[in-house]
């Protein structure tokens, strides 16, 4: 049954990161990885026989927790990856900070400079 | 000091309208140039230090100390100052020590002269644990780097050229002081200590509570090993 809910659920998702993707909500680089995700989680849902076999191997007594796993190691890594986005996205945020600050300041000194020259003509 | 343009005090200000006059007044005499840079005040800190006669930058976002005070220094860069001073807008540090740290920057051929508050006893009063934690983080960069920083933290600073287009292009955001410390010194720069006295801060409050001082140890302790894992490349 629970691979039936997955199978679903991925469906779904998948078409929501596609709907986000089209209403430029999520950058399209973003949504490979989430899209990439739902379609391994639908064919690990229709391959159960092989997910036994990978259980066994890895000797794991309930199948289902090796999907459990991929999936938290999946999270792991991604959550990393974001966290890795904010932190350039935080030095660029502060780039531009620092530098529209500067230019602003010289704008104003510039346009103080103008109207003193336009006042002694 | 001569009186070209040579000479830049950067003062990173938040909501400092109280005491940021005095400040601009007092370093303004000393013949240097003042940048204060407004750190999103909600005060009138950019009004009165304009008017007090310093060139004032209105950070458009908040940026904390780090990202304030490397706007100062890209501005030094840019505008080919030789010298930055690092001065507290809160009036704590004494703008009469300017000379003598450019006189010790010029004896000792240093790139970095810090204001130290412990290197001799002028009676700066401090709690049980600041000492503590400053001694330790004072220890941590001798046992990292082989040199002696009595005031690792002070926020009252001499720096040269070469050490403002170091840190036009890269400062730490969190605590600063520290940190670049540590790096200049792995890099093989000249650091020098001057004792100085510093008032206690005549208004608003110290941010230090227990549990701020412990998570600040901790975040400093971490970042003092990045920089020394980063070593010393130049």
């Known amino acids: 049954m629970i691979y039936y809910i997955i199978i679903i659920v991925s469906i779904i998702f998948a078409f929501f ?33 092989y997910i036994d076999i990978v259980a066994k191997i890895l000797g794991v007594y309930y199948a289902p927790s090796v999907i459990f796993i991929f999936a938290i190691l999946f999270f792991m890594f991604y959550t990393l990856h974001l966290s890795i986005v904010a932190t350039k996205e935080n030095y660029r945020t502060i780039k531009l900070t620092q530098e529209l600050s500067i230019l602003k300041e010289r704008v104003k000194i510039l346009e103080n400079s103008i109207k003193k020259v336009g006042r002694k003509n | 000091m001569q009186k070209e343009k040579k000479c830049l005090a950067i003062v990173p200000a938040y909501n400092e309208e109280k005491s940021i006059e005095k400040v601009v007044k007092d370093v303004l005499k000393q013949g240097c140039d003042v940048l204060v840079i407004n750190d999103c005040s909600k005060d009138n800190t950019s009004e009165i230090a304009k008017k007090a006669g310093a060139i004032v930058i209105d950070l458009v976002n908040n940026l904390g100390i780090g990202g304030g005070v490397q706007t100062g220094y890209k501005y030094a860069k840019e505008n080919e100052y030789q010298f930055a001073f690092q001065i507290d807008g809160d009036g704590q540090h004494d703008p009469k020590y300017i000379k003598e740290m450019l006189e010790t920057m010029d004896k000792e051929k240093a790139n970095i002269v810090i204001g130290s508050r412990f290197i001799k006893d002028l009676g700066y ?8 934690g400053g001694n330790f ?39 600063p002081e520290p940190e670049t410390n540590l790096s200049m010194a792995l890099k093989g720069f000249k650091i020098k200590e001057i004792p100085m006295k510093m008032h206690q801060r ?10 701020t001082a412990i998570w600040y140890m901790v975040k400093v302790t971490l970042a003092l090993i990045i920089q020394k894992l980063k070593g010393g490349k130049k």
């Open chain 2, 202 to 211: 005549e208004f608003g409050n110290s941010f230090v509570t227990p549990i």
């Open chain 2, 125 to 132: 009063k401090q709690t049980f644990m600041r000492k503590l």
């Open chain 1, 17 to 49: 990161v596609a709907n986000l993707v089209i209403n430029n909500k999520l950058l399209p680089k973003y949504s490979v990885l989430w899209i990439g995700y739902s379609i391994v989680l639908i064919i690990m849902s229709f391959s159960i026989k």
């Open chain 2, 137 to 175: 983080i004072s220890n941590l960069i001798k046992a990292f780097s082989g040199v002696k920083i009595c005031d690792p933290a002070s926020g009252y600073r001499l720096v040269d050229r070469k050490i403002i287009e170091l840190f036009a292009l890269e400062y730490p955001y969190d605590y």
